[in-house]
């Protein structure tokens, strides 16, 4: 899940966490419409998140849900389940 990087099985559309998955660390983003923003509102490439990340012209908007370096997508962020 790109908001509380747990890999259990839920709703990851529409999760609600306000911490992630292991209670260790405030979630860094929160999904706003089904969309994904930063917890200051920016707006992150929710296709970056997935394993494969997002060969779109949209960089800035390229930041790891979890922890929001530029790096790496949640899926290969060392805080994921």
């Not at 394993?51 to 997508?73: K, P, Q």
Request: aromatic share 4%.
């Amino acid at each position: 899940c790109a908001v509380c990087l747990s890999r259990h099985q839920h709703l990851v559309i529409d999760c609600r966490a306000t911490r992630t998955w292991d209670n260790k660390h405030d979630t860094f983003a929160e999904r706003i419409h089904k969309a994904l923003f930063t917890k200051d509102g920016r707006h992150i490439c929710a296709r970056w998140q997935r394993e494969e990340g997002c060969s779109d012209c949209h960089d800035i908007r390229h930041i790891c849900s979890g922890c929001g370096l530029s790096s790496h997508g949640a899926q290969k962020c060392s805080c994921t389940q």
